[in-house]
Nanobody, 122 residues
Framework: QVQLVESGGGLVQAGGSLRLSCAASGRTVSSYAMAWFRQPPGKEREFVAAITRSGRRTLYAGSVKGRFTISRDNAKNTVYLQMNSLKPEDTAVYCC???????????????WGQGTQVTVSS
């Protein structure tokens, strides 16, 4: 399995931006499709974005499409989530995940990071 560590979370005002990073170790991240999920306070985990192994295809939840961008740098073994025009409802713990195929289905992913907190103030 691959080990994943997220960073880049924090407190930001509505309308601001953050970039999350997910650093992989143990195995090369190019072997995996990657995704970001989030869990808002008191709610279930939800899909945010996914990217294929090559990075040529991406998938987004409707609530973030046009505001968030997932990308990967396989040479650096890192996946990113650029978040722009943040809203208070984006407040959540954001986790990255690695799996064999590209999907918005959490059960498809078998390696997960611990998560990083993102808080958006109004």
């Amino acid at each position: 399995q691959v080990q994943l560590v997220e960073s880049g979370g924090g407190l930001v005002q509505a309308g601001g931006s953050l970039r999350l990073s997910c650093a992989a170790s143990g195995r090369t991240v190019s072997s995996y499709a990657m995704a970001w999920f989030r869990q808002p306070p008191g709610k279930e985990r939800e899909f945010v974005a996914a990217i294929t192994r090559s990075g040529r295809r991406t998938l987004y939840a409707g609530s973030v499409k046009g505001r968030f961008t997932i990308s990967r740098d396989n040479a650096k073994n890192t996946v990113y989530l650029q978040m722009n025009s943040l809203k208070p409802e984006d407040t959540a713990v954001y986790c990255c995940a690695a799996g064999p195929t590209y999907s918005d289905y959490a059960a498809n992913y078998d390696s997960w990071g611990q998560g990083t907190q993102v808080t958006v103030s109004s």
